[in-house]
């Protein structure tokens, strides 16, 4: 298995991805630590040589996925870098962006979340999916988004045709407390009976 590359855009889904596969190939605590391998004592027991052997080839696989996980221009960036840990923060510091343009991405996603309705042509999976993506990536970034405001939004925004059911959800249950697949089973099931 491949890591994912990172070429320099979606920090947050690069960053993910990445912890996600190093910690899958048991080498995360090698860039998250960046432990000190103290040298073998004189006669090492077998334990020890395993154990020291084991730490320094955790350090090395680490640095190498990282090599092989960024875009031929990145890796151009990061290959003095000694340790995994100073090319994970490198990328971080270079990529992530300060806390002002992490708020600016997350105004813009708010934005792009509030200005659409759903369109003629797109069903109710295919919008529902368009709103939680966006939410996904303002969660990335650091922001909370509950799944209510997405249920919100769909409630609001449907076609006329779907006003029956979101009529019969308001009457017999507790808006506060609908799930988003609650929602979207009821209005799929109403899609169907369309078809």
């Known amino acids: ?19 996600t ?5 048991d080498i995360w605590e090698a860039v998250e ?5 103290p040298p073998l004592p004189d006669n090492p027991t077998m334990a020890q040589i395993k154990n020291h052997k084991d730490k320094k080839t955790r350090k090395s696989k680490a640095k190498a996925c990282l090599f092989s996980a960024v875009s031929s221009s990145i890796f151009t960036r990061i290959i003095s870098l000694k340790s995994a840990k100073d090319i994970w923060d490198y990328l971080k510091s270079e990529y ?11 105004l813009n996603l708010i ?4 200005m659409p309705k759903i ?3 797109e069903t109710i999976k295919d919008y529902s999916e368009r709103l939680l993506n966006i ?20 409630m609001v925004t449907v076609p006329e ?6 009529t019969t959800l308001e009457n017999t249950k507790d808006l506060s407390k609908i799930t988003l697949a609650e929602l979207l089973n009821a209005l799929q099931l109403k899609n169907n009976e369309r078809s």
């Open 1 to 19: 298995m491949a890591p994912p590359v990172f070429k320099g855009e979606n920090y947050h889904i690069g960053a993910v991805r990445m912890e």
């Open 161 to 166: 045709r779907f006003e029956a059911t979101i």
């Open 96 to 106: 992530e962006g300060d806390d002002r343009i992490r708020g600016m991405q997350v």
């Open 119 to 121: 369109k003629e042509t």
């Open 111 to 114: 934005r792009d979340f509030e």
């Open 135 to 154: 939410a996904n990536r303002v969660r990335l970034l650091g922001s909370v988004f509950n799944d209510s405001r997405i249920v919100e939004k769909i």
């Open 21 to 25: 596969y190093l910690d899958v190939m």
């Open 33 to 37: 630590e960046d432990y000190e391998i």
